[in-house]
Each structure stands twice: as structure tokens, then as C-alpha cells.
């Protein structure tokens, strides 16, 4: 008998071994919008798999998701912070140090987008599927082009030049040893990419995935950076006149009572209950089953909550039981909020800036009536600034209250010079961040910026 229970219990351990390795080799298994590596792009379903992987990335909690956006409008004005921890506000007070770790969470999360579009780039062109024709070929190819162009639009806006890793690698440390580029080439970069995405992508309207107009869109913000501003008037005015794209007032309605993909997006992130979007959590106070982390700081509500500046936008910001502010735009449960990456307001106010910066009557005329256009949608009056110099600083504060809660403005005032006038950021080297410390620590080719 004795030996009986020996050998059933012998049993039962060799099984239950086998039962927990096999769990443990199905929880090894990367989900299908994860996989990138060259087995798995053999067929048209696996190329579409990856290509809804690389929008997976740029959607995830360190991109688009959450902290990517966290550096654009901390590093601004319009919000203050809540509970511990130091990394928030070294962008609050722009003494960011090579350390922080949402610096190089981001920084990685940028470079496995890339590197998951450089896949996509590579191996789908030579994938023999009867059923993957070449017309939807060339649209998953030109959506990496795309996705691998904001990609490194986003680095070279925050670290300056990046290192251009333009092949699909096993991990993000494969690209150690490649010199960084120059701000220059890597927007050359961009540029190239965006010409490519445009030769393969079609020109219809898709506010989650790439097509002609998102190539147009973020053509028109680069031309903006570049300071070209005739090539960013055309491009913006390409979406401006696309009638599938339209601005509807008042404020919120591009992103309040749970509306998705609305007229005005032009690209967004998309979510779902599986896949949620962790922004949500730091705005909302704790009875809404956030943290409220991150809060409109005194300076935006004064703003807002004045009816001829704010308008309607007072929408931007309300008040707990307790009377603590608290921001809206990410409010649903599950947390299933869009991120806004390009959208028709931002369109509107790039040309209007393009148009200032243009010069001549008629073009100043043409920028205030751009300016007016957002102006009306918020609820506040029209304005008739004096000269450029007035109708400059009216497109900024219209772009501050506009894109509040979006990761424009600490990079508005970096890219016009504006920094230390309205921060008060006056070391130049500030207005980049730092290489992550363990991204050198890791790579001897590259070297830190300037000033840390």
C-alpha cells in the first residue's frame, strides 16, 4: 500500500512538473502584436499582425500612451504634480538628469517602435502570399516609413540627433556603436521616410492607421521645426481643405462623451478593454479611480476658467467634492482614451504660424483668420493683433491653452527660441534632455549632450 502512494505520488509530481513548465511556456509566448522577428512575417496574416504590433508600440504606456506625452507638457507651464518621486518634477523644473527614468523608458519604447517598423520596412516586400497583394504590400511597407518617420521626429525633437538604426535588429542594444546623427540628418531622415510613406500609401482617411494626409499632417509640423514656411502652409492646407476633416465646436467635442476618431483627428491611438491606455490614471482623483497625479497648475486655470480666454475650454479642468482641480481630457473607464497625435486644430494653428512668418498684408490677414477659426470654436472673441510680433504671440497662447493636456508645448517654445523668455530656461543645453545613463553606459559611441 505504502508503495502504491510512493508511486502515485511519483506520478503526480512528474505531472504536475510538466504541467507548470507547459503554463510556463505558454506564458513565455509574446502576444501576436508583439512578435517582430523574422519568422513570424511569412503571410499576409503575419504581416498584418506586425504591422498592428508596431501601432501597439507607438501606442504603449511609454510612448504615446502615457510618458512620452508626460515630457511635452510637464516640461511646460500649464501643469504642476501631486505625491512622490523626483522624476516628474525634474521636467517641472527642467534639472532633468541622466538618471530619470521615464528619460530612458521612453528613449527604449521609441526604439522598439523603430525597430518593429524597420521589420515591418524589410521583410514584408518579400513575402510570397497570393492573398497579401502588392497594393496592401505597399500600404503595411508605407506605414512603417511612416511610423519609423515620427519615430525619429519625436527623438530629434527631444535628444536632438539620434542614433538612425534603419534595419530590424534582435534587441534595442544591436544598434550599439552607431554614432548618433546630426539634428539635421536625422530630419533629413524623417523627410526621406515621409516621401517614402507617401509613394506607397493610399489618400484616403483613416484616423488610426497612416495614409497620404497623416504623411501630410506631420510633414506640415516637421516644415514648421524647420522653419520652411511655404512648404508648411501647403501641407497644412491640404488637410484644411479636405472636407473629411473638420473642426466642430465647442472644444471638447473632439474628445469629450466618449467619442472616438471624431472629424478633426487626423491620427490618434487607439485602445481597447484588453489594451488599455494608463494616461487615464494620473489625471483622475482618486474617487475616479486615479491618482491625480498630474494637475492644471494655478497659472492654467486662471486661463481657462477666464471666459474671454479660456471659452469653452474651462471644459480642460474640474473640481473634485473636496474642491480639488483635476484634468478631464482622460476620463473613461476602462481606460480606453485616445492620445491625440495629430489632429486638424494643430493643422489650422501651423499655418497660421507659417502664414505670420510668411510676411506681406495679405498674408497676415490670411494667419489671423486661421488664429480666429480656433478662436470661435473655443468661445472667445476674434482678435486683430497690431503686427506680427502680436500675431506670434497670439498663435503661442492659442497653441498653450489649445494643446494643454497634448505634448506640444514645452516643444513650441524650445523650437522658437521662446524658453528662456517664458520659462525661464536659460541654459540652451536644457532644451534637450540628456542620453538615458545607462544608454551610455551601455554604447562608448555615445556621447552625452552638451551640458550634463
Known amino acids: 500500500m505504502k508503495h502504491s502512494l510512493n508511486l502515485l505520488r511519483h506520478i503526480f509530481l512528474v505531472f504536475a512538473a510538466i504541467f507548470v513548465w507547459s503554463c510556463d511556456r505558454f506564458l513565455e509566448v509574446e502576444p501576436l502584436d508583439s512578435v517582430s522577428d523574422q519568422v513570424t512575417i ?9 504591422v498592428r504590433g508596431m501601432y501597439r508600440a507607438l501606442a504603449g504606456n511609454n510612448y504615446y500612451g502615457s510618458s512620452f506625452q508626460s515630457i511635452g507638457y510637464l516640461s ?46 524589410l521583410k514584408v516586400p518579400d513575402v510570397a502570399d497570393i492573398k497579401l497583394t502588392e497594393s496592401l504590400k505597399n500600404q503595411l511597407v508605407g506605414e512603417g516609413y511612416f511610423i519609423r518617420a515620427l519615430s525619429y521626429f519625436d527623438l530629434a525633437r527631444t535628444w536632438g540627433g ?51 494626409k497623416t504623411v501630410w499632417a506631420l510633414r506640415a509640423r516637421l516644415h514648421l521645426y524647420k ?37 478633426e483627428s487626423i491620427l490618434e491611438t487607439s485602445y481597447s478593454n484588453t489594451n488599455q491606455n494608463s494616461h487615464r490614471n494620473s489625471w483622475q482623483p482618486p474617487e475616479n479611480g ?51 497625435v495629430l489632429r486638424l486644430a494643430e493643422l489650422i494653428l501651423i499655418r497660421a504660424e507659417a502664414r505670420a512668418e510668411l510676411g506681406g498684408a495679405a498674408k497676415f490677414q490670411e494667419a489671423v483668420a486661421d488664429l480666429n477659426l480656433i478662436r470661435t470654436r473655443a468661445g472667445v472673441a476674434a482678435v486683430t493683433p497690431a503686427d506680427k510680433a502680436a500675431l506670434l504671440l497670439a498663435i503661442e497662447n492659442e497653441r498653450r491653452l489649445e494643446f494643454a ?48
Do not use: C
Request: a neutral charge; charged letters at 20%; zero cysteines.
Open 76 to 121: 511646460g507651464d500649464n501643469i504642476a504634480r501631486t505625491g512622490p518621486g523626483t522624476d516628474p518634477s525634474q521636467f517641472i523644473n527642467h534639472e532633468v538628469t541622466a538618471d530619470n527614468s521615464t528619460v530612458g523608458s521612453v528613449w527604449t519604447a521609441i526604439y522598439q517602435t523603430i525597430n518593429r517598423a524597420n521589420h515591418v520596412i
Open 162 to 212: 539620434a542614433q538612425l538604426a534603419l534595419l530590424p535588429t534582435e534587441s534595442v542594444t544591436d544598434k550599439d556603436g552607431l554614432k548618433r546623427s546630426s539634428l539635421e540628418e536625422t530630419y533629413a531622415q524623417v523627410l526621406k521616410d515621409l516621401d517614402e510613406a507617401e509613394k506607397r500609401l493610399p489618400a484616403t482617411t483613416n484616423r488610426i492607421r497612416a495614409t497620404k
Open 405 to 452: 493636456y497634448e505634448p506640444h508645448r514645452w516643444f513650441d517654445l524650445v523650437r522658437t527660441g521662446r524658453a528662456a523668455a517664458v520659462l525661464k530656461v536659460t541654459d540652451v543645453n536644457k532644451t534637450l534632455l540628456p542620453i538615458p545613463i545607462r544608454e551610455l553606459n551601455a554604447d562608448k559611441a555615445l556621447e552625452q549632450n552638451p551640458g550634463y
Open 42 to 50: 511569412v503571410d499576409k496574416v503575419s504581416a498584418e499582425t506586425a
Open 290 to 340: 486615479g491618482t491625480r497625479t498630474w494637475v492644471p497648475n494655478s497659472a492654467f486655470l486662471d486661463l481657462i476658467n477666464n471666459p474671454e480666454i479660456g471659452g469653452n475650454r474651462s471644459v480642460l479642468a474640474a473640481k473634485t467634492i473636496g474642491g480639488l482641480w483635476y484634468g478631464t481630457m482622460y476620463y473613461r473607464s476602462p481606460s480606453i482614451d485616445p492620445s491625440y
Open 227 to 263: 522653419k520652411e514656411w511655404s512648404l508648411a502652409e501647403e501641407y497644412a492646407t491640404r488637410l484644411i481643405a479636405d472636407p473629411t476633416y473638420k473642426i466642430a465646436a465647442p472644444y471638447n467635442s473632439f474628445w469629450g462623451n466618449g467619442v472616438i476618431a471624431s472629424a
